[in-house]
């Protein structure tokens, strides 16, 4: 309620101002662009010459603080009022904004009643990224932010060289390792083969031996009787008719032999 009387206050005074009759004073020096941190203070001076009936504080066009020659009229505790005397006489009035916010960023301006003259400043109000209370400039946020992306960029650009790096070591101990195995496989063939080939010529060497031994103690086939009956010649004479003998009670059987003209007779050999 008390905030409410006093915006009305300051509107009369106003209006109060704008109907009065003007004079010779005028700004001499307008507030100056100012950077602060979120939460802290700002604080913009106004230099009038004497004679002045009224100053109005604006921020982004509208009426924040209004200041008289007896007192300030405060209408809101975050913007408040310090007035100074130079050695000229002039006035300076300084409007103090408290717990500045991103939302107050914007135009400040500093003007009289009955007076084309003001003056403008610029507030920038920056993110209080460090508790500590330092901040660094736009520049220097946005080249950290280039140096964060190039270095982003570099380690994903080494990842991909190493992992190439690998495969390629990879695939080359693959390949010796294949080379090996063939040259392994070719040298046991070759093994192999020259085994079996001496193997097979000593079974030869082995059969031919014995085969040789079985001929050489083959005995020779018995000559029989008849051949070597054959073969001796007749000596005896001549057959004779046999004797008609009487037939006795027990006689033996008696058996001629026909010792025939002698033949040949082959000899075969066994493997």
């Not at 109060?16 to 307008?30: C, F, K, N, R, T």
């Not at 100056?32 to 913009?44: D, K, P, Q």
């Not at 904004?97 to 107050?104: F, T």
């Given at each position: ?27 001499i020096e307008g507030p100056h662009n100012a950077t602060v941190l979120e939460g802290s ?21 509208t009426v924040v603080l209004s200041v008289t020659p007896r007192e300030p009229i405060i ?145 020779l086939p018995p000559k029989s009787k008849e051949a070597s009956a054959q073969r001796q ?39």
């Amino acid at each position: 309620m008390e905030g409410g009387w006093k915006e009305v206050l300051a509107v009369l005074v106003v209006l109060a101002g704008l109907a009065a009759p003007g004079s010779g004073y005028q700004i001499i020096e307008g507030p100056h662009n100012a950077t602060v941190l979120e939460g802290s203070e700002a604080r913009f001076n106004c230099t009038v010459s004497p004679g002045w009936k009224l100053i109005m504080w604006a921020l982004q066009g509208t009426v924040v603080l209004s200041v008289t020659p007896r007192e300030p009229i405060i209408t809101n505790d975050r913007f408040t009022s310090e007035s100074y005397e130079d050695v000229d006489g002039n006035f300076i009035s300084e409007m103090i904004i408290h717990n500045a916010q991103l939302s107050d960023s914007g135009w400040v301006k500093c003007s009289l009643q009955n007076s084309d003259r003001e003056g403008l400043a610029f507030l920038a109000v920056q993110d209080n990224t460090e508790k500590s209370g330092a901040s660094l400039p736009t520049w220097a946020i946005a080249l950290l932010a280039v140096l964060c992306v190039s270095v982003f960029i570099l380690i994903v650009v080494l990842i991909i060289v190493f992992c190439c790096c690998c495969s390629s070591r990879r695939k080359k101990k693959e390949s010796v390792y294949q080379i090996k195995i063939r040259n392994s496989e070719k040298d046991n063939t070759k093994k192999g083969t020259s085994e079996t080939k001496l193997k097979n010529e000593n079974e030869n060497y082995a059969f031919s031996s014995d085969e040789l031994r079985t001929t050489q103690m083959a005995p020779l086939p018995p000559k029989s009787k008849e051949a070597s009956a054959q073969r001796q010649p007749s000596s005896s004479p001549p057959p004779q008719e046999p004797r008609k003998q009487q037939p006795g009670p027990a006689s033996r059987p008696q058996v001629s032999f026909n010792i025939a003209s002698p033949q040949k007779v082959r000899s075969a050999t066994l493997v």
